[in-house]
């Protein structure tokens, strides 16, 4: 039997986990019931487990004797939604829901735990470890102003790891399809917050106030020009100011105003050059009488997939879905705390195909996607791990000789 069929075999099992935690998710940070079950899982599989890690995060390893260590990953969270679904597993919790597959992802996990466990049972699994990273807030920041990845990566989630996976289901994709390529995947992502103040009057005497609502109007106006006009255009990056908070009646002149929004970009150049833009931008609005600070807080680097990785990532995956189940997709300027864990180590991110006959939006109330892709996903990141440890010890062995 070959490993889509071992993974074909566990479908209902996953469906159930996958509907299971749908019904109950959990928000960043509190993903308690979730790491109980994928910690139980692993273990009755035969992981050796480590639970605590990151405050709710789950480590699984399986050992095999010497050689490379794989982590794969999935993120646990669900996100603040309240779920719109007639589904007999739609969330039970208000104002919480899976909106983005983490669901899937966490189930997917768990049946790679079960097709690896039982080919080492079997003495045909590669030698080296296999670490499964059962991860919390992907989707937001502590109050430290760090996510998940960043957290597990302080609490020794990837020490010796020689290489890490992960994948996302995405509802937007064909059922079925892959979308892998070597180099930027997932855009990085800062946050951005504009202080403009200026002076309060009465709304009838503007003369006699300096309006922090207008200035901060042709700050934004200004600003919109920097990716344009001091970016290339062969190069990517996005400025999106979302909110403006200002003033405090109709008729009284606006003395102070705050602007926050996101800076996306895949090369450092490009992040400089757009700070530096947004700096002069609202710096000019100083000689009109106002006065202007610019933040920039530091957010999820870019994922960047390992050239090498990524290559034998796409040999395993085409034993499963053949040369024609990759699809093409341009890189995304979302952003993903997988960054972090890519950091330490080479790795490969890929995008799973997981529409329905009508395609859902991740983070929308409604959203779902195809279960019939959990067995498949579960082979993939299973499959890879083994081609991993094959390859990387080919490798260290080729090395050792020389």
């Known amino acids: ?74 993120d646990m969270d669900a996100l603040p939604i309240q779920e719109v679904s007639d589904a007999s597993y739609a969330s039970t919790v208000d104002g919480v829901m899976h909106a983005c597959g983490h669901d899937f992802h966490t189930a997917g996990l768990v049946g790679v735990s079960h097709l690896l466990a039982g080919l080492k049972d079997e003495g045909t699994l590669p030698p080296g470890r296999v670490r499964l990273l059962f991860q919390p807030s992907e989707e937001s920041a502590d109050s430290e102003g760090k996510s998940g990845a960043m957290r597990m990566v302080e609490e020794g989630a990837m020490d010796s790891v020689d290489a890490v996976l992960g994948l996302h289901v995405g509802a937007h994709l064909p059922s079925g399809k892959v979308f892998l390529r070597p180099g930027p995947f997932f855009a990085g992502s800062d946050e951005v917050v504009v ?40 190069m990517r990056g996005v400025l999106t100011l979302g909110t403006i908070k200002g003033g405090t009646a109709p008729n009284v002149i606006a003395e102070r105003v705050v602007l926050k929004g996101t800076l996306r970009y895949f090369d450092p150049e490009v992040r400089s050059r757009i700070q530096e833009g947004v700096r ?3 710096a000019t609005l100083e000689a009109m009488g106002a006065r202007c600070e610019v933040q920039f807080l530091s957010g999820y680097p870019p994922v960047i997939n390992n050239p090498t990785i990524t290559k034998w990532v796409r040999e395993a995956a ?19 705390d997988f960054a972090f864990l890519a950091e330490q180590a080479p790795g490969a991110f890929l995008w799973l195909g997981a529409a329905l006959t009508k395609p859902h939006v991740h983070h929308r109330p409604d959203f779902d996607a195809d279960e019939e892709v959990l067995p498949l996903g579960a082979a993939l990141l299973a499959g890879s791990a083994i081609h991993l440890m094959t390859r990387l010890g080919e490798q260290h062995e080729s090395s050792s000789d020389h």
Do not use: C, W, Y
């Not at 085409?318 to 995304?332: A, W």
């Open 280 to 282: 002069r931008a609202f």
């Open 318 to 336: 085409t034993e499963f879905v053949g040369d024609d189940g990759f699809v093409d997709q341009e890189p995304n300027m979302e952003a993903e």
């Open 195 to 234: 202080t403009v103040e200026g002076k309060s009057s009465h709304a009838a005497r503007p003369h006699d106030g300096v309006d922090a609502v207008a200035l901060a109007s042709l700050g934004v106006v200004t600003a919109q020009q920097v990716v344009s006009r001091a970016i290339s255009p062969a």
């Open 1 to 74: 039997m070959d490993l889509l069929d071992r993974a074909q075999s566990l479908r209902t099992r996953l469906v159930e986990i996958r509907r299971d935690l749908h019904r109950h998710p959990e928000l960043s940070f509190q993903e308690v019931r979730t790491a109980s079950l994928a910690a139980r899982e692993s273990e009755a599989a035969g992981f050796s487990v480590r639970t605590g890690v990151a405050r709710t995060g789950v480590i699984a390893e399986l050992a095999n004797g010497e050689g490379p260590t794989v982590a794969i990953r999935a």
